[in-house]
């Protein structure tokens, strides 16, 4: 009942800046939690950010604090990761998640959407 379309996924060179959106559609819960994962081909899947739907609270992975920003519009019911300075690191896949608040796993995933840095 619930579908995640992530978009905004791109080329970019180092030191660029991209601007990845996920719509939520469906069912809708009292609280929950939507994340951003990413993973690169032969490599497991990484814990980018995350924020309380409710609260706004986030929480970042080491390697981006500083650099990505994770928000949502909720009147649009879409969660948005902001990614500045991007690093050739930074390329992989991209995906949004959602879990209820108390779930550690996620359970509803988007398709994903490509981000490359070039150096």
């Known amino acids: 009942q619930v579908q995640l379309v992530e978009s905004g996924g791109g080329l970019v060179q180092a030191g660029g800046s991209l601007r990845l959106s996920c719509a939520a559609s469906?069912?809708?819960?009292?609280?929950?939690?939507m994340g951003w994962f990413r993973q690169t081909p032969g490599k497991e899947r990484e814990f980018v950010a995350r924020?309380?739907?409710?609260?706004?609270?986030?929480y970042y992975a080491e390697s981006v604090k500083g650099r990505f920003t994770i928000s949502r519009d909720s009147a649009k019911n879409t969660v948005y990761l902001q990614m500045n300075s991007l690093k050739p690191e930074d390329t992989a896949v991209y995906y949004c998640?959602?879990?209820?608040?108390?779930?550690?796993?996620?359970?509803?995933w988007g398709q994903g959407t490509q981000v490359t840095v070039s150096s």
């Open positions: 998640a959602v879990r209820i608040t108390t779930m550690s796993e996620y359970k509803y």
């Open positions: 469906g069912r809708a819960f009292s609280s929950y939690v």
């Open positions: 924020v309380t739907w409710s609260g706004g609270n986030t």
